[in-house]
Every structure is written in structure tokens, then in C-alpha cells.
């Protein structure tokens, strides 16, 4: 099955957010490794959440995040850019789904949004006291 990355923010977020690769292709069961770059377009720390989605709707069931920078908050340093690991893999059960014969592609979707948190704040108070 060929997987397809999508990446977006919020309005708000001052972030630059995007895929590594645009797309690759995994045997169903096998696990998949792809990341996404992202960097801190302030000169001050910043935090931010990902929610996902995956497409075709019908395919998510089957579609499992194994390590994902989706789990936790993420905090950004100035101008910091990092790489963001996700591996996933789909499923095998899908191939015995009769209303996935038509699906060859699933699409991940991520959008990030601004988050506060506690780690948020230790960074800028660090960073406004230095």
C-alpha cells in the first residue's frame, strides 16, 4: 500500500511544518519509518500539538502509530528546526476487508496546533532569564 504525508498548522502557528517524503510504499503488516521537519520561525520558544487524520476514512481502522511525535506536546526552541519521527504500520486484517478491495493509498494527514504547557513554560522562563 502506498502511504501519503500531508502536514499543515493552524493559523497562529508560527511554525514551518512538512513532510521528509512525500510518500512511500509498505507491505501491509510490515512496520513504516517516515518523519516530518519542523522549525521555530520566533526567537523564543514555542509549543505546539498535532492532531492527525488518515484517508480514506474507511482505512484508519487498520492504519496503527507504533511511535509518533503526535503523542506528547511538543516545545520548540528559538529558530529551533527538528526531525519528527512517526512508525506506524497497517494492519494486515485489511486485505481481508471486502470494502478496501478499492483502497491502494492512505493518506496522513497532521495539522499542528499552539499548545501551552508546563514544559512550554520552563523553556521561555529559562529563556528570559538567561
Avoid at 16 to 27: A, H, L, S, T
Avoid at 68 to 83: I, K, M, T, W, Y
Wanted: aromatic fraction near 12%.
Amino acid at each position: 500500500v502506498t502511504i501519503k504525508f500531508n502536514a499543515a498548522t493552524s493559523r497562529g502557528m508560527p511554525w514551518d511544518f512538512k513532510p521528509e517524503m512525500r510518500e512511500i510504499d509498505v507491505n501491509l503488516g510490515a512496520r513504516g519509518l517516515t518523519a516530518y521537519t519542523t522549525t521555530n520561525k520566533l526567537n523564543k520558544p514555542t509549543g505546539g500539538t498535532a492532531i492527525y487524520n488518515v484517508t480514506p476514512l474507511k482505512a484508519g481502522k487498520y492504519f496503527h502509530k507504533i511511535q509518533c511525535f503526535c503523542f506528547d506536546e511538543q516545545v520548540l526552541g528559538p529558530r529551533q528546526e527538528v526531525s519528527m519521527p512517526v512508525m506506524f504500520y497497517v494492519d494486515p486484517a485489511m486485505d481481508d476487508d471486502p470494502n478496501l478491495k478499492d483502497v491502494s493509498t492512505i493518506t496522513l494527514s497532521y495539522t499542528f496546533f499552539p499548545a501551552h504547557s508546563k514544559e512550554l513554560d520552563e523553556a521561555l522562563e529559562a529563556f528570559y532569564n538567561d
